[in-house]
């Protein structure tokens, strides 16, 4: 074990966060580590360009380059941020075991808003389009940045309030006493999960990291994001799934849904299904989507979105 596995990060406290976690459960197995925290730039110039690497997420762009200029050896993730397909040559190497799949409104000590007129804050497609399904007559607002960043803004403005992971609030211990858990609005593809990627020919890393991962979130969380990858949402449409593990009936309960932006469609799928299906059962729920309207929906979310 000379060998000092560099753990790359962006520089949000939440990152960090779950950086060093990585970090401490790799040195409680005798590693040592190394934490290099990358700053996100615009413009970075490769041999190649980065389309012919397949590298689309704007939140994992910048680490997965530093990997492949050998500046890292793994990078640490929040896995819903990571697009269904990796760049060539990194590999999925880890996935932590799953910390809370909620999305939480965080308010301002006041719900009346809730019976009436309100604006909601959030920079995900998701969450918009079930806000508004839910809640017609109100107004969703952009709202970006990292959770400190999204938290001090909610301050800032009249909103009423705003929606966030609850995973992220709680890492960080930022979760304030003004909210409310929204349990019928379905998380992201992989939400709450942590995800470690390595390059595929780093034996040792990918060695280590097999220590760390966790099957049953792992097996989830594929089922989740084969969801996502059939539908062709990348990470912007408005998708949502859960699978879970039921380990009584050995059943996997998956919850997946389409809508669209305006939240004015719904297409949604839900039931049990054998363990011995997890393989395909992304796949074949998001072709019950696709063949009862799915294929519409997404032509006309693409065509909004390229706008």
């Known amino acids: 074990m000379s060998k000092t596995i560099r753990i790359g990060t962006r520089d949000s406290e939440l990152a960090l966060w779950q950086a060093h976690t990585v970090q401490k459960k790799l040195n409680g197995l005798g590693y040592k580590t190394e934490i290099i925290a990358v700053k996100s730039q615009g413009d970075i110039i490769l041999d190649k360009p980065l389309y012919e690497l397949g590298i689309t ?21 929040s896995m819903k941020d990571v697009p269904t397909a990796l760049p060539i040559g990194i590999v999925q190497a880890a996935v932590l075991e799953r910390a809370n799949t909620v999305d939480l409104l965080i308010h301002k000590g006041n719900l009346d808003f809730l019976n009436s007129y309100g604006t909601i804050a959030t ?18 607002v952009d709202l970006r940045g990292n959770v400190n960043t999204r938290m001090q803004k909610l301050q800032d403005n009249e909103w009423n309030g705003a929606v966030f992971a609850a995973a992220g609030l709680e890492r960080i211990n930022l979760k304030p ?40 979130t792992e097996i989830c969380t594929y089922i989740e994001r084969q969801f996502l990858r059939t539908l062709e949402g990348g990470c912007t449409a408005p998708i949502g799934a859960l699978a879970s593990y039921n380990e009584n009936t050995d059943e996997i309960h998956f919850q997946g849904a389409l809508f669209s932006i305006d939240g004015k469609q719904k297409l949604v799928v839900e039931r049990k299904y054998d363990i011995s299906e997890w393989k395909k059962l992304g796949f074949n729920a998001a072709k019950e989507i696709l063949e009862n309207g799915g294929t519409e929906l997404m032509a006309e979310i693409k065509t909004q979105l390229k706008k």
């Open 57 to 77: 997420g704007i939140f994992t762009k910048t680490l997965d380059i530093a990997m492949i200029n050998g500046q890292v050896d793994i990078a640490v993730h």
């Open 123 to 140: 920079g995900s497609l998701r969450r918009q389009a079930q806000w508004l399904h839910k809640y017609p007559n109100h107004k969703v």
């Open 177 to 216: 006493d003004t909210y409310i858990n929204l349990d019928w609005m379905i998380p992201a593809p992989a939400q709450g999960a942590m995800m470690v990627v390595a390059m595929a020919d780093d034996a040792f890393s990918l060695e280590a990291l097999s220590e760390l991962n966790h099957v049953e």
